[in-house]
């Protein structure tokens, strides 16, 4: 029986050299990185480049620690160490917020392989500098602490146990609650700066998560009356990037519309009671 050629048999003489050559070592893959610097909030803005090798699930913030711990530039000139906010490195603290190509966003979670190059790094531009990458958002502690941002619960003494919270009414708090204070959405507002005073839209979530819990809804009044003052609600333009660009995708503009309904509603109590 005459034995018929497989997908195993062997090639004719003289095919192997038609075969591709071999790939031998490939070359180091590299990140260039171009990061805005400045000394001190009176110092002139330079830009540095930087050039490091590339690794499987690397980061923007992996990208600046190595940076910190070896500040050579792409041209081998030694600066000094960059200076920049970071701490949980999941997403979660929303210290490490930048304006990464030119977009509001967390380092920790801005993956290297999804940016273009070179990848340019520079701080939130509303917010007061401190150094390099560092600003100064207290602006939205402040802000918070208008509105009393808090659940008033006495602690000397035992309460026994809180208010019963119905499921729906926890699921429908719950992503109010994921607001990590990285002010992407404060940055990215039209409306907020030093004119208009605006409070931003991370206040106002807050001022709608406090209003829906049971014993924080104590302060209800207080919060919507500090928002129908200056800087509050009515400075919202509605442009929505603050939904678009938050990273935890807070529902952020029906909480603008719904506290927007409590204001105006406050405010009509509070004209009728003289």
Same mark, same amino acid.
């Given at each position: ?7 195993? %048999? ?5 095919? *192997?050299?038609?075969? +591709?050559? &071999?790939?031998? $070592?490939? @070359?180091?893959?590299?990140? =260039? ?11 002139? %803005? ?5 050039? *490091?090798?590339?690794? +499987?699930? &690397?980061?923007? $913030?992996? @990208?600046?620690?190595?940076? =910190? ?34 977009? =509001? ?170």
């Amino acid at each position: 029986m005459k034995q018929q050629k497989g997908s195993g %048999a062997l090639a004719p003489e003289g095919s *192997l050299a038609k075969l +591709p050559p &071999m790939k031998g $070592i490939m @070359a180091t893959k590299t990140v =260039a990185i171009e990061i805005k610097r400045q000394a001190s909030p009176d110092a002139p %803005a330079v830009w540095e480049s930087f050039e *490091l090798p590339w690794r +499987p699930g &690397m980061n923007v $913030i992996s @990208a600046m620690m190595e940076i =910190a711990a070896n500040p050579v530039t792409a041209d081998g000139r030694s600066t000094t160490p960059i200076t920049y906010d970071s701490n949980c490195l999941e997403e979660i603290c929303g210290s490490c917020a930048m304006r990464i190509n030119g977009k =509001a966003r967390m380092a920790c979670s801005s993956l290297v392989d999804n940016l273009e190059q070179p990848i340019k790094v520079a701080p939130l531009s509303k917010f007061p500098l401190v150094r390099d990458l560092q600003v100064d958002r207290s602006v939205l502690f402040e802000n918070l602490k208008a509105v009393k941002a808090w659940v008033p619960v006495d602690g000397t003494y035992d309460l026994g146990s809180g208010p019963r919270v119905f499921p729906q009414q926890q699921e429908a708090n719950y992503p109010l609650s994921n607001c990590i204070s990285c002010c992407c959405c404060m940055e990215v507002c039209p409306q907020f700066n030093e004119d208009t005073g605006f409070v931003g839209a991370a206040t106002i979530a807050q001022v709608k998560l406090f209003n829906n819990h049971p014993t924080g809804k104590v302060f209800k009044e207080e919060r919507l009356r500090a928002l129908a003052g200056d800087g509050g609600i009515q400075e919202c333009g509605f442009a929505q990037n603050c939904v678009e660009t938050c990273p935890k995708q807070l529902p952020l503009t029906e909480a603008i519309s719904d506290i927007s309904r409590d204001v105006i509603i406050q405010k009509a109590k509070d004209f009728l009671r003289g």
